[in-house]
């Protein structure tokens, strides 16, 4: 990306704002941004695992999903949702293999990408990188952790609680606000929203019925939104119960 380019500063703010560019110099944004192109994903789009093997992504503006095909079955499962900030493909990065998702492009899809390979001179060359590096792999590998805890030894309802709280802002979570909502969940169907459980959409749809009529979540124009954060994170450490 040339530095002429019209929307550069807005871009670089956009990348210091990311967990793994965060604390970089500005000189060495710049630089890094010399390799970045801009591109854009149509809201629905699916796209080659493979990418990740040549392109590093950066999510300046949308969500996108990482899910699992059964190729036999075409069950899917929803690994997670990225946000603006997040990276695609870490995992990558660090083994040049293939990692076996699909990206989806949730929204229209705004990202800057790089060449894996230079992405990768840059662990070598900035050490603050590097740094930046094992914190944002560690909060990756603690969601991942997460997700194979809740599907093996917590319930459905569980499930579902644990996905709603995971996906609210986390100033949301610390203070009582007014309304508290799941915002990268917005405009999810129950089908998708199955898809992160590991269930099926209408086991799932009478789950959130039952949320509703305990007045823990209401849905506000296809958002999910938060009555009772106490009692929902009641139930989301229902393991307890559940093992006894």
Known sequence: MNHTFPLYLHYRQRLAKSDLFKTLSIDTLDDMLK?????????????DSKLALQ???VIVEGRMELIRINPETGKAFTLMILKEGD????LS???SREHDVIPVA???LKLLSAPMSRVRDWVHKHPEF???MMPYLSQCIRVREEIATDLALHDTPTRLARVILRYI????SQHQADEIKAELLHDLSNEQLAQLVGSVRQVVNSHLGKMKK???IHMDHHQIVVDDLQRLRVKAEAIHGQLQ
């Open 35 to 47: 390799n970045f192109r801009f591109e854009t994903w149509k809201k629905g789009s699916q796209h």
């Open 55 to 57: 392109r590093f992504y």
């Open 87 to 90: 990276v695609y493909d870490v």
């Open 93 to 95: 990065l660090l083994d």
């Open 106 to 108: 949730l929204d229209d």
């Open 130 to 132: 590097n740094q930046n």
């Open 169 to 172: 802002p986390v100033d949301s």
């Open 214 to 216: 305990e007045g823990l």
